[in-house]
């Protein structure tokens, strides 16, 4: 949708515990965030083909390694570049999410805790992030559940899901064959993200 979704939780091992610490990191291509749906006759997946720029983020540290705070960290996910694979379907979605007006679904970050485990463990760390999902002008503070582990050369994998209600948001679910076909108001997005530093 731009930020990951906890991509920068990374950070707990590189930074210096209270003080304000930029991080730069990248988002790798093999990461995946997308959209999914039902309507009353089918499901749907819409994928972000967004690419993104190397990003920094500033965080802060608690003296236990087990939350950071976020200053100015916030995922942008351009919304013409979400692929229904079906490009009626893509226009239906962009014209709903008034994509000529609000280009971008936005996450800003706020602050996280590794609830349990860690980034070593086989499994991997549970992770409870607070953030802020904006779309179209709306904007509803969110609770993301997220794992997160540590792969090699430096890199990390989050993965997070998150249902909400577009009508939380301002938005009309799309309608197709003068109402025949309706999308249902519950939508999931979804992270599967990679990250490495710098």
Not at 18 to 23: A, M, Q, R, T
Not at 96 to 115: C, G, M, N, Q, W
């Amino acid at each position: 949708m731009t930020s990951s979704i906890i991509i920068l939780l990374v950070s707990l091992l590189v930074a210096p515990y209270g003080v304000p610490h930029d991080y730069p990191f990248q988002i790798e291509k093999s990461s995946k965030l997308y959209i999914e749906g039902t309507s009353n006759v089918n499901s749907f997946e819409c994928n972000c083909k967004d690419e993104f720029d190397p990003q920094v983020a500033r965080i802060t540290l608690s003296d236990d390694e087990r939350s950071v705070w976020f200053t100015a960290t916030t995922l942008r996910l351009r919304t013409t570049l979400l692929d229904c694979d079906n490009s009626k379907m893509n226009r239906d979605l962009c014209e709903a999410l008034k994509s000529e007006d609000y280009p971008y679904i936005r996450i800003d970050f706020h602050d996280a805790v590794i609830t349990e485990g860690s980034f070593e463990d086989a499994d991997g760390a549970k992770i409870s992030c607070n953030a802020s999902i904006t779309i179209t002008n709306v904007t509803r503070k969110v609770v993301l559940k997220v794992k997160g582990k540590k792969l090699e050369s430096g890199r990390f994998r989050f993965f997070s899901t998150k249902e909400l209600l577009m009508t939380d948001f301002g938005v009309e679910p799309p309608t197709a064959m003068l109402g025949l076909i309706r999308v249902r108001n519950s939508i999931r997005i979804n992270f599967d993200i990679i990250t490495k530093a710098g």
